[in-house]
């Protein structure tokens, strides 16, 4: 028997239209959940997601595309938010980047890498720059050296 690759579904996407009793009002709480488990909205978890919710394609990929924080591909396993406001700037935002990007081997923004260099304009942090975000967590007063060390501890939580 054919499987049509447009019509598998993700199981873990509909337990959690579920959970949210399939309403439709609660797709950005169900968009947030299922990235949540599996790291970013595959076609699959949308496709089930607009059929649990009953709702069309289009207009989930309109909130999807409309929210930064939505992603529709694997991405890296680590993104360092690293403030490049003004306040942080004036205290060494700007070495902190350079460094960064020579040391992880990448460029700001680049997306095809393990460890993503992410610009950010304020972290809400700013007496404390160079202030650095990595999943969800603030630091201030980064360094090279103190990066480097948050860096590892954090891939050592997975
Ligand atoms: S300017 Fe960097 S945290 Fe505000």
Partial sequence: MATLLNTIEDAKARDICKAHGDKPDELIE???????????????????????LNISRAEIHGVVTFYHDFKKEKGAKQTIKIC???????????ELIAEA??????????????????ATYCLGNCAL????????QLYGRVDIARLKTISNNHKGED
């Fill in 84 to 94: 490049r406001a003004e306040a942080c700037q004036a205290v060494g935002a700007n």
């Fill in 129 to 136: 720059g160079p202030a650095v975000m990595i999943d969800d």
């Fill in 30 to 52: 169900v968009l947030h959940e299922v990235q949540a488990a599996h790291g970013y909205l595959s076609d699959a978890a949308l496709r089930t997601i607009a059929q649990s």
């Fill in 101 to 118: 990007e020579t040391h992880f081997k990448t460029k700001m923004d680049d997306k095809a890498v393990a460890i993503k260099l992410e």
